[in-house]
């Protein structure tokens, strides 16, 4: 499977293209090899309604598709659903082999494809940089598990840990690269959720400003929303949390951010319900009087019960240190 380690790799990189563009559907690319080996067509997933990845590669490469393979990152569907079947597709172009990193979760794919490419006469090698691509696409392989969004809970503090002042002031402890790295944070999720709490504090936007433009996530708030908050029109919700995650997958949203506060972020660790910390840490300390901790709420008895997460990404964000923690 090494052999192919290096073309899929190009297929990742084709993918992280649609990372905020494909959802619900999943950022997939794929990279079409003609019959002596050289690349002749890269796609990626298209916004929903738009073509598949394994689709826009074919286009791209044309009649040097026939004998060749194609990487893809996930497994081609078979089924009809905004557009016709990749397999379908595949097979049409009289390509010989097919390459996948991962079998698709998705019921409505979940080996199918493999087994329709396989029926029709294609080598197919799949599992291959299978955890490179299985990163990639967490989010999309928790919701088609699980049915709920993959929760990322963001958190920016003080290296004690402390979100907010003993005056409750809070704005701002990290710098501005470290909330422009946020907002590309925020455009990676397609529903941002607060508690009421924070909107009453803060009165924040919750849009996702890029140097390119501004893209406006669902916004959820816990509670209710003051009618001149800016954060409307949004998503009021409150009761149980894990209903509110099943019906924001309903949705179609795949990732959803956690932004706070305290113990709107404690609620959702305490109910085992975050997926992913990404942690910004100011070289900058409060002390204890009468400041928030950033899990303000959240108590641990004993240090037998000590939750602990794994650390995947450790880098410096401008004077701020960003730490990404998988639970």
């Not at 052999?3 to 293209?17: F, I, K, S, T, Y």
């Not at 597709?89 to 494809?113: K, N, S, Y």
């Not at 501004?214 to 954060?231: F, I, K, S, T, W």
Request: glycine residues 12%.
């Amino acid at each position: 499977m090494t052999e192919w380690a290096g073309a899929m790799r190009l297929a990742l990189d084709a993918a992280q293209h649609a990372r905020r563009d494909a959802p619900p559907n999943p950022w997939v690319g794929a990279v079409v090899f003609d019959a002596a080996g050289d690349v002749a067509g890269v796609g990626a997933t298209r916004p929903p309604g738009g073509d598949h990845a394994e689709v826009v590669a074919l286009a791209a490469a044309g009649e040097r598709a026939r004998g060749g393979t194609i990487v893809v990152t996930l497994e081609p569907c078979d089924h009809v659903g905004r557009t016709g079947p990749c397999t379908e597709a595949i097979v049409a172009a009289g390509l010989r082999r097919v390459v996948v990193g991962l079998e698709d979760p998705d019921p409505r794919v979940a080996g199918r494809g493999l087994a329709r490419l396989r029926s029709a006469g294609l080598d197919v090698i799949e599992g291959v940089e299978a955890d490179a691509v299985a990163d990639q696409l967490a989010p999309y392989l928790v919701h088609r598990r699980t049915g709920r969004p993959y929760v990322v809970a963001k958190v920016a503090a003080t290296l004690d840990g402390v979100v907010a002042m003993a005056d409750g002031t809070s704005q701002w402890i990290t710098g501005a690269a470290a909330r422009a790295d946020a907002h590309e944070l925020r455009a990676d999720s397609q529903a941002i959720l607060v508690g009421a709490g924070t909107v009453r504090a803060d009165d924040p936007a919750l849009t996702a400003r890029l140097p390119g433009g501004v893209r406006e996530p669902l916004r959820v708030v816990l509670g209710r929303a003051p009618a001149e908050a800016r954060v409307r029109p949004c998503l009021e919700m409150s009761g149980p949390l894990e209903p509110i995650l099943e019906e924001l997958g309903r949705r179609g949203i795949v990732q959803l951010l956690v932004e706070g506060g305290p113990r709107t972020v404690s609620q959702f660790v305490a109910a085992g319900l975050v997926d992913r910390f990404v942690w910004y840490v100011a070289p900058a300390w409060a002390g204890g009087a009468g400041t928030r901790p950033a899990l303000d709420g959240l108590s641990t008895p004993t240090i037998g019960d000590l939750p602990r997460g794994r650390i995947v990404g450790v880098r410096s964000v401008g004077e701020d240190i960003r730490i990404d923690v998988e639970v």
